[in-house]
Protein backbone atom coordinates (compact mmCIF):
# COMPACT_ATOMS: atom_id res chain seq x y z
CA UNK A 1 0.00 0.00 0.00
CA UNK A 2 2.45 2.46 0.90
CA UNK A 3 4.34 1.15 -2.60
CA UNK A 4 1.39 2.09 -4.15
CA UNK A 5 0.29 5.65 -2.39
CA UNK A 6 4.15 6.95 -3.19
CA UNK A 7 4.50 6.07 -6.52
CA UNK A 8 1.45 7.44 -7.47
CA UNK A 9 2.31 10.78 -5.46
CA UNK A 10 5.31 11.17 -7.31
CA UNK A 11 4.04 10.57 -10.42
CA UNK A 12 1.37 13.39 -9.78
CA UNK A 13 4.14 15.86 -8.18
CA UNK A 14 6.39 15.18 -11.84
CA UNK A 15 3.25 15.63 -13.90
CA UNK A 16 3.14 19.27 -12.24
CA UNK A 17 6.38 20.36 -13.38
CA UNK A 18 7.52 18.27 -15.87
CA UNK A 19 5.30 19.52 -18.54
CA UNK A 20 6.42 23.57 -18.17
CA UNK A 21 10.03 23.53 -19.42
CA UNK A 22 8.43 21.53 -23.12
CA UNK A 23 5.99 24.09 -23.50
CA UNK A 24 7.69 25.85 -26.64
CA UNK A 25 7.90 22.56 -28.23
CA UNK A 26 4.49 21.83 -27.75
CA UNK A 27 3.70 25.16 -29.04
CA UNK A 28 6.06 24.47 -32.69
CA UNK A 29 4.94 20.87 -33.13
CA UNK A 30 1.00 21.69 -32.51
CA UNK A 31 0.50 25.10 -33.62
CA UNK A 32 -0.79 26.35 -30.01
CA UNK A 33 -1.66 29.90 -30.26
CA UNK A 34 0.42 32.39 -27.85
CA UNK A 35 -2.77 32.67 -25.50
CA UNK A 36 -3.53 29.24 -25.94
CA UNK A 37 -0.51 27.53 -24.64
CA UNK A 38 -1.30 28.34 -20.86
CA UNK A 39 -4.42 26.18 -20.81
CA UNK A 40 -2.04 23.16 -21.08
CA UNK A 41 -0.67 24.22 -17.53
CA UNK A 42 -4.06 25.54 -16.38
CA UNK A 43 -6.50 23.25 -17.56
CA UNK A 44 -4.65 20.48 -15.23
CA UNK A 45 -4.93 23.20 -12.53
CA UNK A 46 -8.43 23.81 -12.74
CA UNK A 47 -10.05 20.30 -12.82
CA UNK A 48 -7.32 19.12 -9.99
CA UNK A 49 -7.77 22.07 -7.89
CA UNK A 50 -11.78 22.21 -8.67
CA UNK A 51 -12.55 18.54 -7.57
CA UNK A 52 -10.43 17.21 -4.91
CA UNK A 53 -13.30 17.84 -2.31
CA UNK A 54 -15.35 16.15 -4.08
CA UNK A 55 -12.79 13.31 -4.62
CA UNK A 56 -11.32 13.17 -1.05
CA UNK A 57 -15.32 12.39 0.10
CA UNK A 58 -16.14 10.31 -2.47
CA UNK A 59 -13.31 8.19 -1.16
CA UNK A 60 -15.33 7.75 2.10
CA UNK A 61 -17.80 6.78 0.87
CA UNK A 62 -17.41 4.34 -2.00
CA UNK A 63 -13.62 3.12 -0.96
CA UNK A 64 -10.16 4.73 -0.99
CA UNK A 65 -8.63 1.33 -3.22
CA UNK A 66 -11.85 2.01 -5.52
CA UNK A 67 -11.48 5.13 -6.41
CA UNK A 68 -7.47 4.93 -5.96
CA UNK A 69 -7.60 2.38 -9.04
CA UNK A 70 -10.22 4.39 -11.10
CA UNK A 71 -8.44 7.55 -10.78
CA UNK A 72 -4.80 6.14 -11.55
CA UNK A 73 -6.60 4.20 -14.61
CA UNK A 74 -8.06 7.74 -15.84
CA UNK A 75 -4.65 9.60 -15.15
CA UNK A 76 -2.52 7.22 -17.06
CA UNK A 77 -5.09 6.75 -20.03
CA UNK A 78 -5.27 10.22 -20.57
CA UNK A 79 -1.43 11.08 -20.17
CA UNK A 80 -1.19 8.23 -22.92
CA UNK A 81 -3.88 10.17 -24.86
CA UNK A 82 -1.96 13.48 -24.63
CA UNK A 83 1.06 11.70 -25.74
CA UNK A 84 -0.34 10.71 -29.01
CA UNK A 85 -2.01 14.23 -29.51
CA UNK A 86 -2.13 15.55 -32.71
CA UNK A 87 -4.24 19.09 -32.34
CA UNK A 88 -4.03 21.26 -29.56
CA UNK A 89 -7.56 20.62 -28.11
CA UNK A 90 -6.65 16.95 -28.02
CA UNK A 91 -3.72 17.99 -25.27
CA UNK A 92 -6.27 19.91 -23.60
CA UNK A 93 -8.49 17.53 -23.03
CA UNK A 94 -5.92 14.64 -22.05
CA UNK A 95 -4.74 17.47 -19.21
CA UNK A 96 -8.25 17.92 -18.02
CA UNK A 97 -8.73 14.09 -17.77
CA UNK A 98 -5.41 14.04 -15.93
CA UNK A 99 -6.76 16.82 -13.41
CA UNK A 100 -9.74 14.59 -13.03
CA UNK A 101 -8.08 11.49 -12.76
CA UNK A 102 -5.44 12.99 -10.08
CA UNK A 103 -8.26 14.45 -7.78
CA UNK A 104 -9.93 11.18 -7.50
CA UNK A 105 -6.54 8.92 -6.22
CA UNK A 106 -4.53 11.91 -4.76
CA UNK A 107 -6.99 11.89 -1.72
CA UNK A 108 -7.67 8.40 -2.16
CA UNK A 109 -3.90 7.50 -1.66
CA UNK A 110 -3.45 9.58 1.27
CA UNK A 111 -6.47 8.18 2.68
CA UNK A 112 -5.43 4.75 2.35
CA UNK A 113 -2.43 5.48 4.44
CA UNK A 114 -4.23 7.03 7.08
CA UNK A 115 -7.00 4.56 7.18
CA UNK A 116 -4.21 1.56 7.50
CA UNK A 117 -1.08 3.32 9.90
CA UNK A 118 -2.81 4.39 13.35
CA UNK A 119 -1.21 7.18 14.43
CA UNK A 120 1.77 7.22 15.83
CA UNK A 121 5.46 6.13 14.81
CA UNK A 122 4.35 3.83 12.10
CA UNK A 123 2.14 6.88 10.77
CA UNK A 124 4.56 9.47 10.15
CA UNK A 125 7.16 6.90 9.20
CA UNK A 126 4.69 6.27 6.19
CA UNK A 127 3.58 9.85 5.45
CA UNK A 128 7.58 10.46 5.94
CA UNK A 129 7.99 8.28 2.96
CA UNK A 130 4.75 9.47 0.96
CA UNK A 131 5.98 13.22 1.43
CA UNK A 132 9.38 12.24 -0.19
CA UNK A 133 8.25 11.02 -2.91
CA UNK A 134 5.82 13.62 -3.54
CA UNK A 135 8.97 15.99 -3.02
CA UNK A 136 11.39 14.45 -5.22
CA UNK A 137 8.38 14.31 -8.33
CA UNK A 138 8.16 18.05 -7.80
CA UNK A 139 11.63 18.50 -8.20
CA UNK A 140 12.57 15.85 -10.75
CA UNK A 141 10.07 16.79 -13.16
CA UNK A 142 12.26 20.25 -13.75
CA UNK A 143 15.10 18.05 -14.69
CA UNK A 144 13.12 15.08 -16.60
CA UNK A 145 11.46 17.86 -18.66
CA UNK A 146 14.41 19.46 -20.03
CA UNK A 147 16.22 15.88 -20.83
CA UNK A 148 13.13 14.70 -22.19
CA UNK A 149 12.37 17.60 -24.62
CA UNK A 150 15.84 17.49 -25.45
CA UNK A 151 16.88 14.41 -26.14
CA UNK A 152 13.47 12.12 -26.58
CA UNK A 153 10.66 14.76 -27.73
CA UNK A 154 7.87 16.78 -26.16
CA UNK A 155 5.61 13.67 -26.30
CA UNK A 156 8.06 11.92 -23.89
CA UNK A 157 6.70 14.18 -20.91
CA UNK A 158 3.34 12.84 -21.21
CA UNK A 159 4.59 9.23 -22.10
CA UNK A 160 6.99 9.41 -19.02
CA UNK A 161 3.67 8.71 -16.67
CA UNK A 162 2.64 5.36 -17.67
CA UNK A 163 5.51 3.09 -16.26
CA UNK A 164 5.14 4.98 -13.12
CA UNK A 165 1.00 4.74 -13.47
CA UNK A 166 1.75 0.83 -13.96
CA UNK A 167 4.18 0.82 -11.09
CA UNK A 168 1.30 2.22 -8.87
CA UNK A 169 -1.51 -0.12 -9.90
CA UNK A 170 0.14 -3.44 -9.70
CA UNK A 171 0.87 -3.41 -5.72
CA UNK A 172 -2.69 -1.63 -5.34
CA UNK A 173 -4.04 -4.63 -7.57
CA UNK A 174 -2.06 -7.21 -6.32
CA UNK A 175 -1.33 -6.65 -2.12
CA UNK A 176 -4.11 -4.17 -1.14
CA UNK A 177 -7.67 -5.54 -0.36
CA UNK A 178 -10.62 -2.95 -0.14
CA UNK A 179 -11.47 -4.17 3.14
CA UNK A 180 -8.00 -2.99 4.29
CA UNK A 181 -8.40 0.58 3.25
CA UNK A 182 -12.11 0.98 4.53
CA UNK A 183 -12.31 0.06 8.37
CA UNK A 184 -15.21 1.76 8.59
CA UNK A 185 -18.58 -0.49 8.66
CA UNK A 186 -20.23 0.22 5.00
CA UNK A 187 -23.82 0.86 7.36
CA UNK A 188 -21.84 3.70 9.34
CA UNK A 189 -21.43 5.86 5.87
CA UNK A 190 -23.91 8.46 4.39
CA UNK A 191 -26.02 6.58 1.98
CA UNK A 192 -25.73 9.36 -0.10
CA UNK A 193 -23.21 12.10 -1.60
CA UNK A 194 -23.94 15.79 -0.86
CA UNK A 195 -24.75 16.61 -4.07
CA UNK A 196 -25.37 20.55 -3.27
CA UNK A 197 -22.16 20.49 -1.61
CA UNK A 198 -20.46 18.88 -3.76
CA UNK A 199 -22.01 21.58 -6.97
CA UNK A 200 -20.74 24.42 -5.07
CA UNK A 201 -17.49 23.65 -3.66
CA UNK A 202 -16.41 22.19 -7.31
CA UNK A 203 -17.80 25.74 -8.42
CA UNK A 204 -16.23 27.60 -6.20
CA UNK A 205 -12.97 26.21 -6.49
CA UNK A 206 -12.72 25.61 -9.85
CA UNK A 207 -13.43 29.84 -10.12
CA UNK A 208 -11.17 30.54 -7.61
CA UNK A 209 -8.38 28.43 -9.62
CA UNK A 210 -9.66 29.81 -12.99
CA UNK A 211 -9.47 33.38 -11.51
CA UNK A 212 -6.47 33.27 -10.27
CA UNK A 213 -4.19 31.50 -13.32
CA UNK A 214 -5.35 34.04 -15.38
CA UNK A 215 -3.94 36.82 -14.14
CA UNK A 216 -0.85 36.08 -15.81
CA UNK A 217 -3.25 37.26 -18.98
CA UNK A 218 -5.90 39.97 -17.45
CA UNK A 219 -4.17 40.97 -14.55
CA UNK A 220 -5.40 41.37 -10.36
CA UNK A 221 -7.31 44.15 -11.07
CA UNK A 222 -9.25 43.92 -14.30
CA UNK A 223 -13.17 43.85 -14.06
CA UNK A 224 -12.74 39.80 -15.52
CA UNK A 225 -10.46 39.26 -12.63
CA UNK A 226 -12.70 40.47 -9.74
CA UNK A 227 -15.90 39.11 -11.35
CA UNK A 228 -14.51 35.41 -11.19
CA UNK A 229 -12.50 35.61 -7.63
CA UNK A 230 -16.49 37.60 -6.38
CA UNK A 231 -18.37 34.49 -7.77
CA UNK A 232 -15.98 32.08 -6.22
CA UNK A 233 -16.56 33.72 -2.95
CA UNK A 234 -19.45 33.88 -2.85
CA UNK A 235 -20.02 30.11 -4.14
CA UNK A 236 -17.54 29.09 -1.55
CA UNK A 237 -19.68 31.22 1.30
CA UNK A 238 -22.81 29.16 0.06
CA UNK A 239 -21.04 26.05 0.42
CA UNK A 240 -20.14 26.42 3.93
CA UNK A 241 -23.50 27.74 5.07
CA UNK A 242 -25.06 24.32 2.50
CA UNK A 243 -22.69 22.56 4.94
CA UNK A 244 -24.03 23.48 8.21
CA UNK A 245 -27.52 21.97 7.23
CA UNK A 246 -27.07 18.33 5.54
CA UNK A 247 -26.57 15.32 8.06
CA UNK A 248 -23.72 14.03 5.67
CA UNK A 249 -21.74 16.65 4.79
CA UNK A 250 -18.68 16.97 1.59
CA UNK A 251 -16.38 18.95 4.33
CA UNK A 252 -17.35 18.87 8.40
CA UNK A 253 -17.12 22.35 9.26
CA UNK A 254 -16.26 21.12 13.23
CA UNK A 255 -12.90 19.13 11.81
CA UNK A 256 -11.71 22.58 11.34
CA UNK A 257 -11.56 23.01 15.29
CA UNK A 258 -9.04 21.12 15.64
CA UNK A 259 -5.57 23.00 16.24
CA UNK A 260 -3.70 20.38 13.72
CA UNK A 261 -6.25 20.31 10.78
CA UNK A 262 -6.64 24.17 10.73
CA UNK A 263 -2.64 24.93 11.62
CA UNK A 264 -1.57 21.98 9.06
CA UNK A 265 -3.88 23.43 6.15
CA UNK A 266 -2.59 26.84 6.76
CA UNK A 267 0.81 25.95 6.88
CA UNK A 268 0.07 23.55 3.46
CA UNK A 269 -0.96 26.73 1.55
CA UNK A 270 1.85 29.19 2.54
CA UNK A 271 4.68 26.23 2.20
CA UNK A 272 3.17 25.49 -1.60
CA UNK A 273 2.90 29.29 -2.29
CA UNK A 274 6.75 29.30 -1.08
CA UNK A 275 7.93 26.54 -2.54
CA UNK A 276 6.06 26.97 -6.49
CA UNK A 277 7.40 29.86 -6.40
CA UNK A 278 11.04 29.36 -5.95
CA UNK A 279 10.95 26.63 -8.63
CA UNK A 280 9.54 29.02 -11.06
CA UNK A 281 12.26 31.79 -10.27
CA UNK A 282 15.30 30.05 -10.08
CA UNK A 283 13.91 27.92 -13.13
CA UNK A 284 13.82 31.55 -14.76
CA UNK A 285 16.92 32.84 -13.67
CA UNK A 286 19.38 30.02 -15.10
CA UNK A 287 17.09 30.27 -18.46
CA UNK A 288 16.90 33.70 -18.84
CA UNK A 289 20.00 35.77 -16.75
CA UNK A 290 22.60 32.97 -17.17
CA UNK A 291 21.67 31.54 -20.35
CA UNK A 292 21.41 28.19 -19.75
CA UNK A 293 19.57 25.34 -21.84
CA UNK A 294 16.89 23.34 -20.85
CA UNK A 295 18.69 20.36 -20.09
CA UNK A 296 21.43 22.14 -17.91
CA UNK A 297 18.34 23.81 -15.95
CA UNK A 298 16.94 20.55 -14.80
CA UNK A 299 19.98 19.01 -14.35
CA UNK A 300 20.93 22.32 -12.04
CA UNK A 301 17.66 21.63 -10.37
CA UNK A 302 19.09 18.12 -9.29
CA UNK A 303 20.57 19.44 -5.83
CA UNK A 304 16.81 20.77 -4.95
CA UNK A 305 15.04 17.36 -5.25
CA UNK A 306 17.99 15.61 -3.29
CA UNK A 307 17.90 17.60 -0.56
CA UNK A 308 14.15 17.54 0.00
CA UNK A 309 14.48 14.05 0.52
CA UNK A 310 17.00 14.34 3.11
CA UNK A 311 14.96 16.90 4.84
CA UNK A 312 12.06 14.88 4.93
CA UNK A 313 13.97 11.84 6.17
CA UNK A 314 15.12 14.07 8.70
CA UNK A 315 11.79 15.82 9.54
CA UNK A 316 10.23 11.98 9.79
CA UNK A 317 13.04 10.76 12.17
CA UNK A 318 12.08 14.12 14.22
CA UNK A 319 8.58 13.89 14.16
CA UNK A 320 8.30 10.18 14.87
CA UNK A 321 10.61 10.59 18.46
CA UNK A 322 8.60 14.08 18.87
CA UNK A 323 5.79 16.28 17.24
CA UNK A 324 5.14 17.67 13.76
CA UNK A 325 5.63 21.09 15.35
CA UNK A 326 9.23 20.22 16.38
CA UNK A 327 10.02 19.84 12.84
CA UNK A 328 8.23 22.47 11.31
CA UNK A 329 9.47 24.98 12.93
CA UNK A 330 12.92 25.26 11.99
CA UNK A 331 12.49 23.89 8.26
CA UNK A 332 10.24 27.07 7.66
CA UNK A 333 13.38 29.16 9.15
CA UNK A 334 15.96 27.38 7.36
CA UNK A 335 13.80 27.55 3.64
CA UNK A 336 13.28 31.38 5.08
CA UNK A 337 16.93 31.74 4.69
CA UNK A 338 17.47 29.69 2.14
CA UNK A 339 15.44 31.83 -0.08
CA UNK A 340 16.97 35.36 1.63
CA UNK A 341 20.24 33.59 -0.11
CA UNK A 342 18.67 33.28 -3.46
CA UNK A 343 17.47 37.15 -3.30
CA UNK A 344 20.74 38.12 -3.75
CA UNK A 345 21.01 36.72 -6.77
CA UNK A 346 22.81 39.05 -9.70
CA UNK A 347 22.64 39.38 -13.48
CA UNK A 348 26.96 38.42 -13.46
CA UNK A 349 26.21 35.18 -11.10
CA UNK A 350 26.82 31.46 -11.63
CA UNK A 351 25.32 28.62 -10.74
CA UNK A 352 28.26 27.77 -7.63
CA UNK A 353 27.72 31.34 -6.82
CA UNK A 354 24.32 32.05 -7.03
CA UNK A 355 21.89 28.41 -7.20
CA UNK A 356 24.05 25.79 -5.56
CA UNK A 357 24.29 26.82 -1.65
CA UNK A 358 20.71 28.38 -1.49
CA UNK A 359 19.77 25.14 -3.25
CA UNK A 360 20.84 23.15 -0.07
CA UNK A 361 19.38 25.39 2.31
CA UNK A 362 15.97 25.84 0.61
CA UNK A 363 15.85 22.47 -0.06
CA UNK A 364 16.56 20.71 3.43
CA UNK A 365 14.16 23.61 4.85
CA UNK A 366 11.38 22.58 2.43
CA UNK A 367 11.71 18.52 3.30
CA UNK A 368 11.38 19.63 6.71
CA UNK A 369 8.37 21.49 6.34
CA UNK A 370 6.78 18.97 3.90
CA UNK A 371 6.86 15.96 5.69
CA UNK A 372 5.34 16.45 8.75
CA UNK A 373 2.26 18.50 7.20
CA UNK A 374 0.35 15.66 6.55
CA UNK A 375 1.19 14.02 9.21
CA UNK A 376 -0.47 17.05 11.52
CA UNK A 377 -3.02 17.42 9.02
CA UNK A 378 -4.58 13.88 9.49
CA UNK A 379 -3.63 13.98 13.17
CA UNK A 380 -6.97 12.85 15.39
CA UNK A 381 -8.90 12.11 12.36
CA UNK A 382 -11.31 9.27 12.21
CA UNK A 383 -11.20 6.63 9.44
CA UNK A 384 -14.24 7.47 8.41
CA UNK A 385 -13.34 11.08 7.41
CA UNK A 386 -9.74 10.25 6.24
CA UNK A 387 -10.78 10.92 2.81
CA UNK A 388 -12.65 14.16 3.44
CA UNK A 389 -9.30 15.44 5.66
CA UNK A 390 -7.02 14.16 2.57
CA UNK A 391 -9.43 16.06 0.14
CA UNK A 392 -8.69 19.48 2.35
CA UNK A 393 -5.22 18.98 2.52
CA UNK A 394 -4.44 18.20 -1.30
CA UNK A 395 -6.92 21.13 -2.01
CA UNK A 396 -5.19 23.88 0.21
CA UNK A 397 -1.76 22.49 -1.23
CA UNK A 398 -3.36 23.17 -5.04
CA UNK A 399 -4.93 26.68 -4.09
CA UNK A 400 -1.66 27.42 -2.37
CA UNK A 401 0.75 26.49 -4.89
CA UNK A 402 -1.66 28.75 -7.54
CA UNK A 403 -2.34 31.54 -5.71
CA UNK A 404 1.32 31.88 -4.29
CA UNK A 405 2.83 31.51 -8.12
CA UNK A 406 0.28 33.96 -9.26
CA UNK A 407 0.71 36.42 -6.62
CA UNK A 408 4.43 36.94 -6.59
CA UNK A 409 4.72 36.58 -10.43
CA UNK A 410 2.73 39.54 -10.57
CA UNK A 411 4.60 41.15 -8.24
CA UNK A 412 7.85 40.47 -9.72
CA UNK A 413 6.22 41.17 -13.31
CA UNK A 414 5.15 45.06 -11.88
CA UNK A 415 9.45 45.38 -11.14
CA UNK A 416 10.28 44.48 -14.61
CA UNK A 417 8.10 46.97 -16.29
CA UNK A 418 8.52 47.09 -19.92
CA UNK A 419 12.58 46.48 -19.30
CA UNK A 420 13.68 42.67 -20.42
CA UNK A 421 17.47 43.29 -20.00
CA UNK A 422 19.65 40.33 -17.55
CA UNK A 423 20.02 43.06 -14.76
CA UNK A 424 15.98 43.95 -14.79
CA UNK A 425 14.93 40.47 -14.87
CA UNK A 426 17.61 39.52 -11.91
CA UNK A 427 16.09 41.90 -9.97
CA UNK A 428 12.60 41.41 -10.25
CA UNK A 429 13.08 37.05 -9.84
CA UNK A 430 14.88 38.62 -6.73
CA UNK A 431 12.00 40.19 -5.51
CA UNK A 432 9.67 37.40 -5.92
CA UNK A 433 12.31 34.99 -3.97
CA UNK A 434 12.40 37.84 -1.09
CA UNK A 435 8.52 37.81 -0.66
CA UNK A 436 8.87 33.49 -0.76
CA UNK A 437 11.40 33.93 2.26
CA UNK A 438 8.77 35.89 3.78
CA UNK A 439 5.84 33.48 3.00
CA UNK A 440 7.81 30.55 4.80
CA UNK A 441 8.60 33.08 7.48
CA UNK A 442 5.01 33.05 8.04
CA UNK A 443 4.76 29.83 8.22
CA UNK A 444 7.05 29.43 11.21
CA UNK A 445 4.86 32.53 12.96
CA UNK A 446 1.63 30.01 12.30
CA UNK A 447 3.73 26.33 13.39
CA UNK A 448 4.86 28.66 16.50
CA UNK A 449 1.60 29.97 17.61
CA UNK A 450 -1.22 27.27 16.12
CA UNK A 451 -0.05 24.27 16.65
CA UNK A 452 -0.47 22.28 19.90
CA UNK A 453 3.29 21.39 21.73
CA UNK A 454 2.07 18.03 22.28
CA UNK A 455 0.29 15.94 20.27
CA UNK A 456 -3.13 15.55 22.08
CA UNK A 457 -5.33 17.97 19.68
CA UNK A 458 -7.94 16.25 18.20
CA UNK A 459 -10.71 17.13 15.77
CA UNK A 460 -13.67 17.68 18.17
CA UNK A 461 -16.63 15.36 17.89
CA UNK A 462 -17.17 12.82 15.34
CA UNK A 463 -20.27 12.69 13.42
CA UNK A 464 -22.76 10.46 14.50
CA UNK A 465 -26.26 8.73 13.05
CA UNK A 466 -28.06 11.91 14.33
CA UNK A 467 -26.74 15.21 13.82
CA UNK A 468 -27.07 18.30 14.61
CA UNK A 469 -27.89 20.32 11.57
CA UNK A 470 -26.16 23.51 13.01
CA UNK A 471 -23.23 22.02 13.82
CA UNK A 472 -22.84 19.40 11.75
CA UNK A 473 -21.96 17.74 15.01
CA UNK A 474 -23.33 14.82 17.32
CA UNK A 475 -26.44 16.23 19.56
Same mark, same amino acid.
Given at each position: MLAAASVAQFVFALDM????????????????????????????????????????????????????????? $?????????????????????????????????????????????EGPRRVRALGVWSAANAAGGGLGVLAGGLLTEYAGWRWVMLVNLPFVAAALAPALAGIPAAQTDQHDQRERPERLDVLGAVLATAGVGLLVFGVVRTDVRGWGSPATVATLAAAA??????? $?????????????????????????????????GQFAAFYFVSLYMQQVLGMGAAATGAAFLPFPVCLVVGSVVATRVTSARTPRAALVPGALLATAGLVWFAFISPDGGFLTDVLGPSVVTGIGVGLVLAPIASAATT? $??????????????????????????????????????????????????????VAAAVFALAAVVAVVVLPRRRSGTPGPQPAAVPNRLEGTPS
Open positions: SVVNVALPAIRTALGFAPLGLSWIVHVYALTFGGLLLLGGRACDLYGHRRLFLAGLT $VFGLCSLAGGLAQEPWQLIAARAGQGVGAAAAAPAALGMLTATFPVLLAAFA $VAELRVPAPLLRLGLLRSRWVAGANVLVFLAAAG $VAAREAGMASGLFNSSRQLGGCVGLAALATLAARRLGTATGPAALSDGYALGLA
